[in-house]
């Protein structure tokens, strides 16, 4: 079986999967950074459908469809609140939302970029850690994704992924070791 958590350096905008995820603000407000992005390329009736959701609490996440972009949703993970700053906490609860979402709409791939990390001013690395044990996490219940792609802008914050993947790969053969040993 192939790993089910993908990471890549690229354009969030223009992933072919079931639905990309983007780095919103609580009024779901398509601005700037990944949220900008996602509003150029995929057209306004992604604001529209933002516009007439509402607002959402901070950690929650909204649905729209994607326009123009080849995925098939947009998940608007609502990570700071407008003008404001992202958390650990924040950024725990709305990718998680995030990916409860999918798995409610049948989604079997889904596109992520580093929420908080950007405009959030949220620590790279920091975010890798959640981002990537929320995924873990997700994947080990009873889900529809069959994919999570991690897809960063620039290739700092992609190393910086790889190498926290890296590091969680490395500790849990660690502890498959140590497990072993006991058992002798």
């Known amino acids: 079986m192939r790993e089910a958590i993908v990471i890549q350096e690229g354009d969030i905008t223009e992933q072919e999967v079931d639905a990309i995820v983007n780095a919103a603000n609580s009024e779901l407000v398509l601005g700037a950074g990944v949220a900008g992005a996602i509003g150029e390329k995929g057209g306004p009736s992604i604001q529209q459908e933002c516009t007439a959701h509402g607002p ?6 909204a649905v729209t469809g994607a326009g123009n972009l080849a995925a098939r949703f947009v ?62 996490a997700h994947l ?38 140590r497990s072993r040993q006991r058992q002798r």
């Open 56 to 61: 959402v609490a901070v950690g929650e996440a």
């Open 75 to 136: 998940i608007h993970a609502a990570g700071m609140p407008p003008g404001g700053s992202a958390s650990a906490e924040s950024i725990r609860m709305s990718v998680r939302s995030s990916l409860e979402r999918a798995a409610e709409r049948g989604c079997r791939s889904i596109a992520i970029p580093a929420i908080g990390a950007g405009l959030g001013g949220f620590p790279v690395q920091r975010c890798a850690e959640i981002l990537l044990d929320e995924a873990r």
């Open 140 to 177: 080990r219940g009873e889900t529809s994704l069959e994919e999570v792609r991690f897809v960063l802008f620039g290739e700092p914050s992609y190393r910086v992924f790889e190498m926290v993947r890296d590091a969680a790969k490395i500790q849990e053969q660690l502890e498959r070791i």
